[in-house]
């Protein structure tokens, strides 16, 4: 079983182009989250979707759009990178009522 | 604020027991997590406590104390591959997960 994927796993990014995250799982999990890292920082939510259908703005959601179509999918968009968003992504999964979040293998991106 | 504190950095002797330490500031508390992650890879689910007490899986144990807002995860017989950091979750009263820095863990031969 895959798991999680996150593609690409590192990407260059312009400032002020637009970029999409991809992520997909095949657990079949109801709740989907993107996450942010940064040194010396923990871990931040930036959205996340409880089902296919609906989404929700995390911690730190300016800047980033998402959409979730169907169970599997969860695509994280920069509309307009800025330096600021450099940062590791790791998206992540989990069963409605199960305490343990599964997560990507990350997508490390600069933005220059 | 939401605040989750433990150490930056911790360094432990191969064979020993480390505790790493957690207190937290969350509105709303609906379990505490750790999670470890090496270095370059994704985090990964160790334990997770609701009640007060000691949850004991081999040879990582992990203790709640919600009065105080503290957790610790204990580690025994240290490994080489135990270096890793080692996250502390607090899942607050939307059910989000608030997230403190993570310790990273340096084990010496």
């Known amino acids: 079983t895959a798991g999680i994927t996150q593609a690409p796993t590192s990407q260059i990014l312009a400032a002020g182009r637009s970029m999409t995250l991809r992520c997909t799982q095949d657990?079949?999990?109801?709740?989907m989250y993107w996450y942010r890292q940064d040194l010396g920082l923990g871990l931040r939510l930036i959205h996340y979707?409880?089902?296919?259908?609906?989404?929700g703005k995390g911690e730190v959601p300016d800047g980033y759009s998402v959409s979730r179509a169907n169970t599997d999918d969860f695509p994280l968009t920069l509309a307009s990178a800025v330096p600021s968003q450099t940062s590791v992504y790791f998206c992540?999964?989990?069963?409605?009522?199960?305490?343990?979040?599964?997560f990507g293998p990350g997508t490390r991106l600069t933005v220059l | 604020g939401q605040n989750i504190d433990q150490p930056t950095e911790m360094t432990a002797t191969e064979g020993a027991i480390v505790q790493i330490n957690c207190t937290y500031q969350?509105?709303?508390?609906?379990?505490l997590f750790w999670y470890q992650q090496h270095a370059g890879e994704a985090p990964t689910f160790l334990s997770y406590?609701?009640l007060d007490g000691l949850e004991e899986k081999g040879r990582f144990s992990s203790f709640l104390s919600r009065s105080k807002g503290y957790s610790y995860l204990l580690l025994k017989e240290l490994q080489m591959k135990d270096s890793a950091s080692y996250l502390c979750?607090?899942?607050?009263?939307?059910?989000?997960?608030?997230w403190g820095a993570g310790t990273k863990l340096i084990i010496k031969p």
């Open positions: 406590n609701v």
């Open positions: 979707s409880n089902t296919a259908g609906t989404t």
């Open positions: 657990m079949r999990h109801n709740a």
């Open positions: 992540a999964s989990s069963e409605k009522g199960n305490n343990e979040q599964f």
């Open positions: 969350t509105s709303g508390f609906n379990g």
């Open positions: 979750a607090v899942r607050d009263s939307n059910y989000q997960l608030i």
